[in-house]
């Protein structure tokens, strides 16, 4: 069997962008991109000799395209996969892959459970080169049995304050990427979520109803610990690091720096390179990677390593995170399929 | 006033022969030594040419004692610090002050509330060379305000069962070092405790009602969280850092290394000198320094900057946690002279 | 005026290869291709979209060719470099721009000064992210007047025997990129070179009377010293370092990571990530910044940063080397035109 | 036999005072101090209970004297250690053991060749933690062949101008430790010895015939290549560093940290603690560890592993560089007990 190039891109905005420039540096080859703004999508079109379809529907039906990527906005995640899904291609969805629990859950219901494994959702940070490796070494029993998990993840400046008010939350907008990535190095059921946060980087967030600077511990069904500390501000750069802790040693993916130049001066004595500055920068890399395994899997008929299913799950402890902030109370899992006791 | 420098100590044990060498090592002169194992007593005695006394209230008004250091076993410390504190005697008294929060209450009651302000006590971390230097950064504002507090401390290996039962738990017996560090570094009020806990080290720990990998959130008055993440062992060193993170930056106290050594071979390609193994290897110089302070505050007649408040704040955080692990909620504080309301 | 976009690459090997990818990824377009073997133009030509040209002249000469990049063997580069400048293209060299000193002279001399400084020669490493970092911190004076600058390169294995005859030997083949490095940091006389050598690697490639462990000093006319380390064979990768010290400070360029991965285990209680393998690894992303850099030139018909005259110094500075070698002795530097004295 | 531990010490001054202090914390004790200048034998005597011996002699000889420790001023060296020899006292001098070469040799034939090998010569960076682990890793193969070992030694300030014209010249007196440290590294014979220096850091050091920035080749028997890197000032520190690099891997001996801690502010995101100041700070602890290695070899009558013949190579060596930049050649060496060809 040959090999799936042909790509159609829903979406040409800023991450529609992002997925174009990786998959150049792939090798797949972007075959058609709609986007509803037109100037944006013949943007796009100009610069990598793909056709401008007039829909997503014909996107997804142009000639020469094996598979769909989605970028388009969150509410029409939905709609697009199921499209793409019942035309037979396999399909690449940004997360988040619906606006709340209950709709992810009615999405997977849309598609059936198979075609739910085979929807890759773009938790594009598993594909880092550093959290690859941890996870890696942990699967591979290099710490021993894990017992303590740490996740630090810091943006360098929170989003403008007109969008926090339908960001969900930071537990939905933000810490979403540290669920999904806590799933994937535990690989076991997690028992309870307790959430913690204020608002102390700006109280103008505070009386939007949002926190700015979050902890969630989750306790996994074996009795290991994870710790997740979230903050919307960073005064050094994006904070993007994980500890694994076990029973044989610790790994740790701390953040990359700019280069390897370090400064000796009086009173700063042996300076790195700064940290990434934020997401394209640190994560760049991670989205041809994510490309290349969703081609590959997609060529081999194989199941999503991160499917709809690790979607519906990291809603799900976003929404018991929520929950738990909100009465002060530790939140027991009982699975996303149920409502939570505590309401 | 000439500076103290004679001092009683009762005590020849483990942490008696620590503080010997702390002493010593800090400039002052050990003058008489008691320890109801006489053997113990003679052997300290004969290296250091300090002389045996035959009961502790003798060693404390011996000729020459300037000041008096309390390193017997937990159960004796709140007779002690009286007999040494109505002698009229600087007292330097090993933690914990009382072997519970009820008991702490009644000595500090017992000495009043000048007395109990110069008992100093050995929460010694607080002057490790990094971990000072991490505090002293926080309040000079280098970080600006502080909003999250990670305190990971993990020791080699779990204590022999048979002291497990006896050691009070976890909370009372290892963290409430880390509780104390947290309290000197946020300087204001704590408002809740949330604890989790397993044991997955060594099930057996579990047997005897203990746990031996815990994480605990404190929430400060003005929102800042703390973390703190215990381990009852750790494969590769005793593993022991803070990073304190604030608006306008980040500060970590990071394991120092045996020496600046490092090796580049195929595979291990950079490693450096192994961590400090355990705790004389990596707070051995921070003895010398808290007899130092000890010393310097008793001869200006300055209250002890951590003391008899301290050692009751510490061991009120620890029963909190303690309960709350127990209930599974989290205990809100409303000060260590109250009962909790949950129980 | 627009940007020059349309390239013809002469060499479809290795080197041609790299040329090709770092066009793509600068953003270039690779309009016309040629390479003796045909079937080695084929195959880029191919992949890329590319015409295949039948003669280098024919390449040269190719509608919408706007600049020239040689990557053929070594002794073809003089008469591709006059056939470009004659077609009045922008030529970037790969180096060595000839195969000999008195061969780079002549080269020089028939094309024109002026001509020769807007040859871009190929010494890429120039263009490293951490390197040039270090030369800019040098040249804005961050660490003062600089005094010692210390180059220490390693390969991973040495070239295959076959290839010792004809390499030039170490100081030709290999320490020419480190005398141009420092060069380029330096930005002034030099007057004298000692070279020292041995063959402790593999005594084979002493027996063909080459080196594979080489020491240069180097003395500039201020006073400042410049060390060369030089190795064929490194355990742990491609050892990439430069240390700048200054009267103010110092700036070194440290070799680069895989990843932000840490592993702690016992024995090995922190190792971080390997170092990059080979040039392709650590020097990849320079060859891309290369061509932006030339075609940036070209456009504004600037002199080329790196020209040469550039490939005339470092050769000079190769030769002077070997003959130090040679006679054991010091070589004073009089100028690349004139003959050595000690000969 | 039982320990020696009764120490006489000639010389109350800076180095004397450093010995005092190392005694104490090596466990032996000091008995009996001279000074040419009472006073302050005097005052060393006070803080340490030693008596005051009116002569050296009457030092040497006072009772429960077992060793001899020599920090008077250079000039006296050799006259001193001849009579602690004639004393049979096993003796520690600090370096240098004369005042040249040429006293050097007079001494080492005055006291005989079996004695010569149990004078302890001061050269105490060799017991200096990271830079002994370093040579213990070389000896026990763990980098394979050595190759490349490379020194650099910076001071934090130049000595007082008018030192410079009694100190015998840089490579005399600074340079003299990384002589001997290469040679306790290398263990085999070296065959040349290549100087460069300058006068950069002050030209009025130039102007006294002295240089300030210094950088020596020293070739080995077998071919290794050693590279010695001096300056008389380093803005951010006491610069103390050793790379060993062999046929499977490199060790690196790096400055310590004051701390652990780190610090992270826009653009310083992650600064070390400063390096350790000067001799007392990095170099401390390795006295305490040579006089407890001294004892222990004069109690089993051992050679000492550092002896007058570590210090007439040093002197040799010394002596060569010295000649070497004077001629601008290389010296090869033929033994310290020739003169020089070149002169």
Redesign the interface.
Known sequence: MTRLTGIALLGAGRMGQVHAAAM?AAGARLVAVYDPVTRVADALASRTGAAVAPSAAAAIHHAGVDAVVIATSSDTHVELVIEAVNAGKPVLCEKPLASSLAATRRCIAAIGDQAARQVFLGFNRRFD??HA??RE?VHAG????L??L?ITS?DPLPPPLEYVPRSGGLFRDMMIHDFDMARGILRQELVSV?A??????DPEIGKLGDID???V?L?AE????V?I?N?R?????F?Q?IEA???????????????????????????????LEFFMERYGESYAAEIRLFLDCAREGRDMPVNAYDGLMAAYLAEAATLSLKL???IHLTGPDQEFDHV
Request: proline letters at 7%; hydrophobic letters at 30%; aromatic letters at 6%.
């Open positions: 150049a080169r550093g490796g941890l070494a290099d710490i021993g049995r017992e303590q740490t810091r307790t913690h946060g204020s608002s102390i980087v600077t979050a902890s511990t306790l074996d009795g290991a610990i710790t500390l903050s501000r960073c005064a050094f750069g904070d690091r802790f076990g029973a044989d040693g610790m790994v740790v993916s701390d953040n990359p720096r700019q280069s390897g130049l370090t400064r000796y001066r009086p009173g700063y004595p042996g300076t790195p390179a700064p940290i002060g109370k530790t």
